[in-house]
């Protein structure tokens, strides 16, 4: 078994746990934000439906900011109040309610999730952190922990980015923190930490502290409730690590937890020298020749083709415009020509490449992919479908295809 990490990487004093406890928690009851699943959280006498708000709040806040997730969570809390509610709805709702929401993979999840609930646990939900990590497809240990703390008072950690970076912060570690070994350092810490008799307000305090306070660039630390524990606030000030009588300061090299060697402690970064993460692989890069097929409608108003994407993978079971991904460096001519030629064995009828006006290019950035889409356009007469066994198709108004379930990618082409 590895070694454990020197004390001062960890929570070992239990009087500066507790110290640490009460002054975060005071802030939190002072300076929380207003949150519909909080309020339901902290309202709702049924425990099954507390922990149905909070699984749904914290499966649209992964990857995606507060502000956003507000009017999607009042939208869906509205329509699927219930876990049984969620359950009956289709994937074709789903997708629809999370259009511009990013990452549809999530939605899906939650709805089969509700499924299984209610079809195999009776509409029951799993009432401890391991029990809905085991039994809930797409709940991970954080939203496991999450759910478990909030709904259920389960006293169990939670570390996500904010709380990697609040407690890299805290304890001075910069090993990178997004390597396992020092994420299990991280759950045990969150582990010890929690509040005993308050576990879902500690965790979500120390969540909140990363999001408002000890932010990634410019932290708060002057108004940062813990700064008192915090390490690399008092590194900042005096220049050097905090004494700790009972232990060595940790040498360089040695530690699992500090500083790599080669990357030492830049005074000119301060608190922020923490975390520190190993550098990202570039995006994929890709290009796809997407077309706007448009025709009149039956009321003289204009048309589009949209076609569904396979029910797995990126975007799955999204609606978009026929779309071909193209090889890297094809010359314009022979973008131009295979988007015809599929085009053509789509609709089963002969389009000229000639014919596809080049409308323009639209950037957008998935999460690990850089896509470039190329817009043509073209106008038809009369019905024209892609060939169903390609993929599904209709024919949608402007208003429609905005009520449709399709990505931010697609509503910017
Ligand atoms: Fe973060 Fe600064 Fe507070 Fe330390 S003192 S936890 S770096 S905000």
């Not at 259009?99 to 089969?112: F, T, V």
């Amino acid at each position: 078994a590895p070694a454990p990490p020197p004390a001062r990487h960890l929570f070992s004093d239990p009087a500066e746990v507790e110290a640490l406890r009460g002054n975060l928690l005071a802030w939190y009851d002072r300076c929380k934000r207003d949150l519909p699943w909080r309020a339901l959280a902290a309202t709702e006498p049924d425990a099954d439906r507390r922990g149905y708000a909070v699984w749904v709040s914290e499966i649209m806040l992964q990857q995606t900011q507060v502000a956003t997730v507000i009017d999607y969570y009042n939208r869906w809390m509205q329509k699927w109040p219930t876990l049984p509610a969620l359950a009956q709805a289709s994937l074709e709702e789903v997708n629809e309610l999370w259009a511009g929401l990013g990452y549809y993979s999530r939605g899906k999840r939650l709805q089969e999730a509700a499924r299984k609930v209610v079809s195999e646990l009776a509409g029951r939900m799993p009432r401890t952190a391991e029990d809905l990590q085991k039994l809930l497809p797409g709940v991970g240990r954080y939203t496991a922990g999450a759910i478990a703390s909030i709904s259920y008072g389960q006293a169990t950690g939670v570390v996500d980015g904010n709380v990697i970076r609040v407690l890299c912060r805290l304890r001075s570690i910069g090993a990178d923190s997004s390597s396992p070994a020092v994420i299990d350092r991280l759950w045990d810490m969150a582990n010890v930490l929690v509040d005993r008799s308050r576990p879902g307000d500690f965790n979500q305090a120390l969540m909140e502290l990363g999001a408002t306070v000890c932010v990634p660039k410019a932290p708060l630390c002057g108004e940062c409730p813990v700064k008192q524990h915090c390490h690399a606030w008092r590194r900042k000030l005096f220049g050097k690590s905090p004494p700790v009588p009972d232990v060595e300061d940790c040498g360089v090299g040695d530690c699992p937890l500090c500083p790599p060697a080669t990357e030492p402690w830049d005074s000119s970064l301060g608190v922020t020298n923490f975390p520190r993460k190993a550098a990202k692989k570039p995006p994929r890069v890709m290009r796809t020749a997407t077309c706007v097929l448009e025709r009149r409608g039956c009321h003289g108003a204009p048309e589009y083709l949209i076609v569904q994407r396979p029910s797995s993978g990126l975007l799955a079971g999204l609606w978009e415009f026929p779309s071909l991904p193209l090889a890297q460096d094809l010359q314009e001519e022979k973008e131009r020509e295979e988007l015809a030629d599929y085009l053509q064995a789509g609709m089963g009828r002969p389009v000229a490449a000639k014919g596809l006006q080049f409308i323009g290019e639209v950037i957008h950035i998935f999460s690990h992919i850089h896509q470039t889409y190329v817009v043509y356009a073209l106008h038809l007469d009369g019905d024209v479908n892609l060939d169903p066994a390609l993929s599904p198709s209709r024919w949608v108004t402007e208003d429609e295809f905005h009520a449709s379930a399709v990505s931010t990618a697609m509503k910017k082409v």
